[in-house]
């Protein structure tokens, strides 16, 4: 007898893989985004503000932007669909670049910030990339879906800091601004490949319904997804954004550290072509698990050299670790929610990640410039014991609610 469900699903999942390409080479385009931003906003920063403790804010506004984008992003989405969402994004990645490169040819620090902050904005539009990529698939094959949309961030990785070394010397004073009006192009291109994308508008009946937002949130299993989420990014994000400039603080070279920002995105996106499989044979707690202790490993890397293959490979690390830790937290959210749920719930996820990155990255250039390198990697180990206790409670309180439906079954009558 033929399994109609499973034959069901099968065709599901293989109208999902089509989707699921297109959104993988967005995320490479798109990722080129962040990547020129974070190559060069510390140095960019440092060359136009007006005291090297504010060399950061730059890259404090773009966290700032993936923050307040989260919410609108899956509004717009629940109201519109997705794909109008992925449009304005891509529109505001393009006025990243436009504006990025007016503010460095006329040497304003704040309108640089401000492109920096659309990019932000154009970064959380992406961050919702990975769920949309779920949309419609069987419970089995949605790791995958996420981990594969999240593997086009390879080649972000070798597209976004090879655009800055091909194109920052292109208009002599002027570094970096001819990578910014580049960036606008790859965005429009990013917009293009997004257009075609199978998002509909939402049916109507998936508008209303689903529990309140304080239901979800209060599992066990969410907060979990969430504390693990807010963790692995913002001290990834804060180990990432001091690193070109403590290189340069160091005494290394502009190619030194676009060389380590390189290979810290390849890292990180790059264990997503087997995340996937991972998660669905050991199960996401494991890989979230493994992947925090990943970054408090880089944070040693960090603290035991200050050569450049010390922050190399503390940046390498460092990408590995949080590939495992956000995308586990993220397919833990997805076994938290309903279908009709999922806009409110994936955007709540992302507004708390995003929004305590945000409050971290203003921070980091203040702690780099006053404590020092080190310092930055001391501030790794508290968060993510707490995240892997944590982890640990949110497991064992599953494990006991799955004995305790057991023990309620009763036995069938003889």
């Not at 020129?36 to 890259?59: E, Q, Y």
């Not at 704040?110 to 902050?117: S, V």
């Not at 404590?371 to 599953?398: D, E, I, Q």
Request: charged residues 10%; proline residues 5%; glycine residues 10%.
């Amino acid at each position: 007898m033929i399994d109609v469900t499973a034959a069901e699903e099968t065709s599901d999942d293989a109208r999902v893989r089509s989707k699921v390409w297109r959104l993988a080479a967005a995320q490479a385009l798109t990722g080129a985004n962040s990547a020129v931003i974070f190559a060069t906003g510390s140095i960019v920063g440092a060359t136009l503000a007006p005291d090297v403790s504010l060399a950061t804010v730059p890259l404090s506004m773009y966290v700032l932007g993936l923050a307040a984008g989260t919410l609108p992003t899956g509004a717009i989405s629940r109201a519109y669909g997705r794909r109008v969402a992925f449009i304005i994004g891509t529109f505001c990645g393009t006025l990243t670049g436009a504006l990025g490169a007016w503010a460095i040819l006329h040497s304003s620090f704040w309108l640089f910030c401000g492109a920096t902050f659309l990019g932000g904005l154009y970064g959380a539009v992406a961050q919702s990339y990975r769920f949309a990529a779920a949309d419609g698939a069987s419970a089995a094959f949605r790791p995958k879906a996420v981990s594969w949309v999240m593997a086009g961030g390879v080649f972000a990785g070798v597209l976004g800091p090879q655009l800055v070394q091909w194109t920052m010397d292109i208009w002599p004073p002027y570094l970096f601004a001819f990578s910014f009006v580049m960036q606008a192009l790859v965005a429009l291109v990013a917009m293009a490949v997004l257009s075609g994308v199978d998002a509909p508008k939402p049916a109507a009946a998936d508008l209303h319904g689903g529990r309140p937002l304080l239901e979800i949130a209060r599992q066990p299993r969410f907060i979990a997804a969430a504390l693990c989420g807010v963790i692995a990014y913002p001290m990834m994000n804060l180990v990432m954004t001091s690193a070109p400039l403590a290189m340069k603080m160091c005494g290394l070279t502009v190619s030194d550290s676009n060389f380590g920002i390189q290979w810290h995105i390849v890292a990180m996106y790059g264990p997503s072509f087997f995340t996937g499989s991972l998660i669905a044979r050991f199960g996401a707690p494991r890989i979230v698990a493994l992947g925090l202790a990943l970054e408090a490993v880089a944070a040693m890397i960090g603290l035991s050299g200050i050569t450049a293959p010390h922050f190399w490979a503390t940046l390498f690390v460092l990408g590995v670790g949080w590939n495992f830790a956000f995308v586990g937290a993220s397919a833990l959210v997805l076994e938290t929610h309903r279908p009709q749920e999922r806009n409110k719930v994936q955007a709540f996820n992302d507004f708390l990640v995003f929004g305590m990155m945000a409050i971290g990255s203003f921070s980091s250039g203040q702690l780099l410039a006053h404590y020092g390198w080190n310092a930055v990697n001391w501030v790794v180990f508290p968060p993510v014991l707490l995240g892997l206790a944590v982890l640990a409670l949110a497991s064992f309180a599953k494990r006991r609610a799955k004995l305790r439906t057991v023990e309620e079954i009763p036995e069938p009558s003889l």
